[in-house]
Every structure is written in structure tokens, then in C-alpha cells.
């Protein structure tokens, strides 16, 4: 696809995407034989739920049948999310990530896997995992020494509400044994 074409795309899918309530992540056009796919990667800071992708799919359907930007041919539409192991490109990326686990690449050639902790301006505050039994390490990241991430994928993946699930159930078993050794 000639970049004339992706941004002709980009320029008139942005507000359609936009009127949703997502953001425009992607567009990219691949040839599958004769056939053609736009593929449409669209997000919001709370995540596109099936519903607002079928919306935004017939809404991004009706605008390509209405136009030439596709020119003459078949063509497949695909709409989707950018998914689990997502790409981190831009500062909204970031931020969304926040309590993930990322794998960086650093521009310097090391690789470092931690937890996005925090995102300003500059950079990421970040959590490193500690090894073999040894405490979780903070770390500061500026966004010019990160050349590429990577959200992880965690099978095991912990959110605030079961840490304050179990904190709760902590307290309730110290409330039971202080009243115990009370009586």
C-alpha cells in the first residue's frame, strides 16, 4: 500500500473511528492473491468491546462502499483490537499499559522485562521483578533510551483487586487471631 493510500485511508477512517469513541491505532492493506484485506486496528484507554467494534465496523463499512479510497476490486474489511501482546509505539500506548508486564528493548542493546508502574511526559516508572527470592527493584526508563516494547502475556496475572482481596482477607485472619489470644 503507497503511503498516498495509507494516509488517504487513515485521514478518512480517523473520524469515524473517533465518532466511537476509539482510537485509530492502525490500516494497513495486504494482498492475499487477488483479494485484498483492510485491516483496521482501532482501541480506546478502556479497552473495544465487541459491541463498539461491530459499530465501528459497519460505520468504517459504509464509508468504504460510499468512496473509491479502496478503488475497484473485492477487498475484505477486518476490524479488530491491537491484542495481547501488544506493540508500545506511542505515549497512550504507555499509559494504557500501566500494571502490565512490558519487555524493553533498550536502545543501548539490552532487553529488560518489567512492570509499567507509572507514565509521564518523559518516561516510565517501572517495577523489576526480583530473582531467585530477591525484592522487586524500581527503575526509570526515559522514552529516548526505550527503542521498542512489548506488553507480555501473564497467564498468572495478578490485578489490584485480588491483591486487595487477599490484603482484606489478611486483616479479617489478624482481627480472628487478636480476639482469640484476647480471650
Do not use: C, W
Not at 80 to 94: Q, V
Not at 133 to 138: D, E, N, V, Y
Amino acid at each position: 500500500m503507497s503511503t498516498t493510500q495509507s494516509e488517504r485511508l487513515r485521514e478518512l477512517l480517523e473520524p469515524l473511528v473517533s465518532s466511537q469513541g476509539l482510537d485509530l491505532e492502525e490500516v494497513e492493506v495486504d494482498s492475499v492473491g487477488r483479494k485484498r484485506v483492510l485491516r483496521v486496528v482501532v482501541d480506546s484507554d478502556s479497552g473495544a468491546d465487541l459491541d463498539q467494534i461491530a459499530d465501528v465496523s459497519r460505520a468504517l463499512s459504509a464509508k468504504l462502499d460510499e468512496t473509491d479510497a479502496m478503488g475497484a476490486g473485492e477487498y475484505t474489511l477486518e476490524v479488530g483490537t491491537p491484542g495481547a501482546e501488544r506493540e508500545l509505539k506511542e505515549h497512550r500506548h504507555y499509559v494504557r499499559a500501566t500494571d502490565r508486564l512490558v519487555k524493553f528493548q533498550l536502545t543501548g542493546g539490552d532487553e529488560l522485562v518489567a512492570r509499567i508502574l507509572t507514565v509521564d511526559d518523559t518516561g516510565v516508572d517501572v517495577e523489576v521483578p526480583g530473582v531467585k527470592g530477591r525484592k522487586p527493584t524500581a527503575r526509570r526508563l526515559a522514552f529516548e533510551d526505550i527503542a521498542k516494547a512489548r506488553v507480555q502475556v501473564e497467564f498468572n496475572r495478578r490485578n489490584k483487586s485480588d491483591e486487595e482481596d487477599e490484603q482484606d482477607v489478611r486483616s479479617e485472619q489478624e482481627t480472628h487471631e487478636e480476639n482469640a489470644e484476647e480471650a
